[in-house]
T-cell receptor, first 112, second 115 residues
């Protein structure tokens, strides 16, 4: 099955700085690469996703980059704000039924 | 924005009892999923469901688990004889297609506590 690893496991940043989380996957058949944000006690919420035919996608302060050859994709958050504090999960998908294989998560703490 | 709704929000059950978790997926979605998250851990896939049958299940989804779409709106997860290790947050999700490139929307979850 798919082996998904996220780094780092925790990330502390000063408000206004950038944060980068990397997700490495094992299955070369993966073709869909989402990032979910989960606040304490809440549901995972999709914040950005990318397909395998695109190398980068940006949505305001959030961007995702994909390196399919190296089998990793990264989440970039610029100008971080305290409300960005949460756990972030990557969840690549390989099969046609969309089963998401979540990574272990990255706890992001943004300090004012 | 349409949402996936789950009931109850919290379920406390004695070990060995049966429990049914309920979900109402987004109305025009055709693919349904159950995931679970043990406290402090990652989200784990349990099962996916399409066209009134299971399309894929994980090794966690053993004979104690079953899913059903009893009518046009509800999607349920049943655990036949609960164990202590079934304590977790259970999330239902739905998507508009199952081609691996459409986003899944999650419900708020049901916190299951087994005593």
């Amino acid at each position: 099955g798919e082996n998904v690893e996220q780094h780092p496991s925790t990330l502390s940043v000063q408000e206004g700085d950038s944060a980068v989380i990397k997700c490495t996957y094992s299955d070369s058949a993966s073709n869909y690469f989402p990032w979910y944000k989960q606040e304490l006690g809440k549901r995972p919420q999709l914040i950005i996703d990318i397909r395998s035919n695109v190398g980068e996608k940006k949505d305001q302060r959030i961007a995702v980059t994909l390196n399919k050859t190296a089998k990793h994709f990264s989440l970039h958050i610029t100008e971080t704000q305290p409300e960005d504090s949460a756990v972030y999960f990557c969840a690549p998908s390989t099969d046609s039924w969309g089963k998401l294989q979540f990574g272990a998560g990255t706890q992001v703490v943004v300090t004012p | 924005e349409p949402e996936v709704t789950q009931t109850p929000s919290h379920q406390v059950t004695q070990m060995g009892q049966e429990v049914i978790l309920r979900c109402v997926p987004i109305s025009n979605h055709l693919y349904f999923y159950w995931y679970r998250q043990i406290l402090g851990q990652k989200v784990e896939f349990l099962v996916s469901f399409y066209n009134n049958e299971i399309s894929e299940k994980s090794e966690i989804f053993d004979d104690q688990f079953s899913v059903e779409r009893p009518d046009g709106s509800n999607f349920t997860l049943k655990i036949r004889s609960t164990k202590l290790e079934d304590s977790a947050m259970y999330f239902c999700a739905s998507s508009s297609t199952g081609v691996g490139n459409q986003p899944q929307h999650f419900g708020d979850g049901t916190r299951l506590s087994i005593l």
